[in-house]
T-cell receptor
Framework: GAGVSQSPSNKVTEKGKDVELRCDPISGHTALYWYRQSLGQGLEFLIYFQGNSAPDKSGLPSDRFSAERTGGSVSTLTIQRTQQEDSAVYLC?????????????FGEGSRLTVL | AQSVTQLGSHVSVSEGALVLLRCNYSSSVPPYLFWYVQYPNQGLQLLLKYTSAATLVKGINGFEAEFKKSETSFHLTKPSAHMSDAAEYFCAVSDKRPGANSKLTFGKGITLSVRP
């Protein structure tokens, strides 16, 4: 596709369930980021993938959160044993590391509601 | 480590009035600064960026921002607000040159409302 695609756009789950959020970056973009957007909290960095390098996981809030990127393209963010405080919009972004613009291209996000 | 402060969470202006959204940064190295805009139910898109070239940066939709090192600021302005400018605006900072693991640190965002 032309832009960053995220699915599902909305997810409602019960506390304690696991959820998976998917991100399909722009074709050819080697860098992929996950951010969490909570009301009034801005964007919180979660994890960063760059090519075949080890991901930067410094923003993951707990060991319930994990992410993988298969084949250098699609990424899945997994939240295990969801809690109500996990409710937020999860944003994925990609960029071309060869570019000097520094621009991140964002998807429309996956809104997660934990009941 | 770098950080961004966006004072206030909401700004309201009249259509045609000046828009001023404030951003102050903290960085131990020369920063790279960005403004992103998020329209309702959409993803973020880049408005403009400062990458150590000209201190006055022009972006899309008539917005511009001026990098002031002495004030550690990168305020966003637009001379005349339009109804379509109503959105959430995020300031962001990176301590690495664009293209080299440009992990951005975002501010909390400011919601801009435009009154008819």
């Amino acid at each position: 596709g032309a832009g960053v695609s995220q699915s599902p756009s909305n997810k409602v789950t019960e506390k304690g369930k696991d959820v998976e959020l998917r991100c399909d970056p722009i074709s050819g973009h080697t860098a992929l980021y996950w951010y969490r957007q909570s009301l009034g909290q801005g964007l919180e960095f979660l994890i960063y993938f760059q090519g075949n390098s080890a991901p930067d996981k410094s923003g993951l809030p707990s060991d319930r959160f994990s992410a993988e990127r298969t084949g250098g393209s699609v990424s899945t963010l997994t939240i295990q044993r969801t809690q109500q405080e996990d409710s937020a919009v999860y944003l994925c972004a990609s960029s071309s590391s060869g570019s000097n613009t520094g621009e991140l291209f964002f998807g429309e996000g996956s809104r997660l509601t934990v009941l | 480590a770098q950080s961004v402060t966006q004072l206030g969470s909401h700004v309201s202006v009249s259509e045609g009035a000046l828009v001023l959204l404030r951003c102050n940064y903290s960085s131990s190295v020369p920063p790279y600064l960005f403004w992103y805009v998020q329209y309702p139910n959409q993803g973020l898109q880049l408005l403009l960026k400062y990458t150590s070239a000209a201190t006055l940066v022009k972006g899309i939709n008539g917005f511009e921002a001026e990098f002031k090192k002495s004030e550690t600021s990168f305020h966003l302005t637009k001379p005349s607000a339009h109804m379509s400018d109503a959105a959430e605006y995020f300031c962001a900072v990176s301590d690495k040159r664009p293209g080299a693991n440009s992990k951005l640190t975002f501010g909390k965002g400011i919601t801009l409302s435009v009154r008819p």
